[in-house]
């Protein structure tokens, strides 16, 4: 079966997109880290051998592992032109400066021939020793001065540090996408790849768009969850505003046709980098049962959606209930337990969660991937009787993410 299909975060995982670390963590530039919204330099090498670990753990259980870079190598391939007008969009999305540096940037990324290369370069960025610059008397001085922020900066075209989170530029729902605006600079130009597989490639051309990357408002993948074939949960957090959700909420009951969402449950979580989206402090990962970061039960608010009797109004109303009582409605499941990142152990839940302790992904009901250095929060979730998949994790998490943010499943089987 090709196409998207996802009406669950647990139905048994068939086909999911991956990214493989590359050259884009070799320049990383240490002052820049906090724009580039990663905390650290990994070690490329180890950050690979961990990531491919994570793939074939996914392959063992059965998943058809894809990569992001070769579906849109794939998307070139069969569609004459569509290179070349992803670069159009690339170089004019790539923050290049100067008169004569796009052209000059356009026939170097042109000298890689073969697609696969070509799209892994345009994700690495372009540094300045890469290319000759122009002769000082053809060039204005914006051409030789690269700022990409406040500074000088050794790269013409920056990296794309965060790929490797496959999670974040698109969400898939139901049968459809979002395509996001994601809420910062560095990371909204990876919404372009997605832009170009749902355009161009033969399994997934046509796919429905739930939200575009051209809409006035961001969010982020990390902040959709899939409860069931017809139940959202969105976070209302530092990457998704509320005002994206009216929208998404608005093309899901108004203006597309074929998604099959009839409410949507935006959780309205704290603002904060530790936090930053819904999947950091909150996952599902069995039937009757969600990890879960203690630090925001305290001052969690959940609003409903649903479609308004007149055309293009959306209902909302506040729930009071308790969060299990909340996700017990949604899901049409009573018994809802919530695990605590960290057992309960306030330092254990914030160090954990700062490594992804509650960002787990699930293969099938009960049987989830975590990293391996949450043992606190592990062996709670072992007690639990959950199956884990243990992913090392040393390097991959210096990018403040876990198994959730580095996968998006494209294709989970019906509960
Ligand atoms: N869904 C997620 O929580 N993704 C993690 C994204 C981490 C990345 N360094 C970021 O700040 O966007």
Redesign the pocket.
Known sequence: MNGIHVTSEIGKLKKVCLHRPGDELLNLPPDELERL???DVPYLEVAQQEHDRFAEILREQGVEVLYLEKLVAEAFAANPGARDEFLDQYLAEAGIHGQKMPAIVREYLNTFTDDLEFVKKTMAGVAKSEIDMPLASSATLDDLVSDHSDKQSDLIIDPM??LY?T??PFACVGNGVNLNRMY?VT?NRETLYGKYIFKYHPDYKGTPLWFRRDAPFHT????VLNLTRTDLAVGISQ?TQAAAIDLMAQNIFWKTEGCEIEKIFAFDIPAS?AF??L??VFTQIDVDKFTIHPAIMGTLRVYEMTKGAVEGEVDIKEHTDSLEKILEYATGVDGIKLIPCGGGDPIAAAREQWN?GS?TLCVEPGTICVYQRNNVTNEVLYKEGLNLLVVPSAELSR????P??MSMPFQREDL
């Open positions: 919204l990663f905390d540090p965060n989170f999670r974040d910062s990371r982020e993948g990390g902040d990457r980098r930053m989206h999947d950091t992804d960002n990018g403040r993410g876990g959730r943010c």
